[in-house]
């Protein structure tokens, strides 16, 4: 397990990167990983992300380890192009900058915000999710805690996070 915060999945005897804390990591946690892993695929792996050490894009999303930011940017980006969904998500964190915000926002002003974007289920469905973390969680969320407490219990709650009918 990588010491830097990367976080990491395991499927039967195969490990990988979930989420890498920082871009310089990738190389460096890529290769720690391929060292555990010692299959053939190990090679191919460790190309494919040197590759992305250089030349992967500079995105919004990358730059910032607050899983609410980075769960938004994960259902903006279904079937939405990058370049598209940048501006939306960057004026979305400045109007709802925490998962209670979206839960207690009026539904008009989520579309609103999601206008453009289409798909309006995705909305939708991030609000019902915002609203059940912060009811099964209420007493983890506070109104104007410490940045470090927000961010634990964000984490927390949307790894614990129930199905919810529909893709998210």
Same mark, same amino acid.
């Given at each position: 397990?990588p ?7 395991k499927?039967g ?9 920082r871009i ?13 892993l010692?299959?053939k ?6 190309a ?5 050490a ?15 930011a980075i769960?938004?940017?994960e259902i ?8 598209? $969904? ?6 979305? =964190? #400045?109007? %709802? /900058? ?16 999601w206008e453009?974007?289409?798909y309006?289920t995705?909305?939708r ?8 973390i912060?009811?099964?969680?209420r007493?983890?969320f506070?109104?104007s805690?410490?940045?470090?407490q $927000? ?6 709650? =949307? #790894?614990? %996070? /129930?199905?919810i009918?529909g893709?998210?």
């Amino acid at each position: 397990m990588p010491r830097c915060g990367c976080q990491t999945a395991k499927t039967g005897d195969s490990t990988f990167v979930i989420s890498f804390s920082r871009i310089s990591c990738i190389s460096r946690c890529g290769n720690f990983l391929n060292s555990k892993l010692k299959t053939k695929n190990s090679k191919l792996a460790t190309a494919l992300l040197g590759w992305f050490a250089v030349h992967a894009r500079d995105l919004p999303w990358r730059r910032t380890r607050d899983p609410y930011a980075i769960w938004v940017s994960e259902i903006m980006l279904q079937q939405t192009q990058v370049k598209t $969904v940048i501006p939306f998500w960057e004026r979305w =964190l #400045r109007e %709802l /900058p925490t998962i209670e915000a979206v839960a207690k926002a009026d539904s008009a002003k989520i579309h609103k915000l999601w206008e453009g974007l289409g798909y309006y289920t995705r909305v939708r469905n991030l609000q019902m999710a915002a609203q059940q973390i912060v009811n099964r969680r209420r007493d983890e969320f506070h109104e104007s805690p410490a940045k470090n407490q $927000v961010r634990d219990s964000q984490r927390s709650s =949307l #790894r614990n %996070l /129930p199905a919810i009918p529909g893709k998210l």
